[in-house]
């Protein structure tokens, strides 16, 4: 059974700090991986997927790796803003299973 | 292309009471998956659907819920003589068949039980 792990699980930083969040999964038999937000009340925000051949994928100041080998993504989030405070979730597809399988997230404060 | 689409966003049920949710797909999207969000808590999956098909259950509990996604209107969660433990926040995503693509999650439906 997949299990995937996120820490940490809260998190909090001055604005302008780089960090980084962990997400980590047991099966490595996966299509891809993806990386959400979700604001307080609100849906998901698709941020970053990344195919189970690739090794990391940009998009504007994020950036994630995948090490499959390792069961292993991080999140880097550079130059935080406070706008960046949200929860982030970590989920993997499957390859036998055709859906996802969610961490428990890591909620960030970026503190003006 | 409207993204994926959910009803109503908040529905409040007293205990024994019916709760059905709604969900319409992104236009091309023939999959349908159902999940779980309980406080504080990552999303579980519940249930994968094609049109007129159940794929996939196993995150379903044995009674009181089922799923359907009709040959036409929208996906439908229901659950019957809701109790206070189904508080949540249920999301509605779809995706074409492709597997490499990812899923289209709606805002999903806040359901809390009195």
């Known amino acids: 059974k997949q299990e995937v792990t996120q820490i940490p699980a809260a998190l909090s930083v001055p604005e302008g700090e780089n960090l980084v969040l962990n997400c980590s999964f047991t099966?490595?038999?996966?299509?891809?991986l993806q990386w959400f937000r979700q604001d307080p009340g609100k849906g998901l925000t698709s941020l970053l997927l990344i195919q189970s051949s690739q090794r990391e994928q940009t998009s504007g100041r994020l950036n994630a790796s995948l090490d499959k080998s390792s069961g292993r993504s991080t999140l880097y989030i550079a130059a935080s803003q406070p706008g960046d405070s949200a929860t982030y979730l970590c989920?993997?597809?499957?390859?036998?299973?055709?859906?996802?399988?969610f961490g428990s997230g890591t909620k960030l404060n970026v503190k003006p | 292309n409207a993204g994926v689409m959910q009803n109503p966003r908040h529905l409040v049920r007293r205990r024994g009471q019916e709760a059905r949710l709604r969900c319409s797909p992104m236009k091309g999207h023939s999959h349908v998956y159902w999940y779980r969000q309980l406080p504080e808590e990552g999303l579980k999956f519940m249930v994968y659907l094609q049109k007129e098909n159940i794929i996939d259950e196993s995150g379903m509990p044995k009674e009181r819920f089922s799923a359907e996604f009709p040959k036409e209107g929208p996906s439908i969660l229901r659950i019957q003589q809701v109790v206070r433990g189904d508080s949540a926040a249920y999301f509605c995503a779809s995706s074409p068949p492709t597997v490499t693509d990812t899923q289209y999650f709606g805002p999903g439906t806040r359901l809390t039980v009195l």
């Open positions: 989920a993997v597809r499957h390859r036998n299973f055709n859906k996802f399988y």
């Open positions: 099966d490595s038999a996966i299509y891809n």
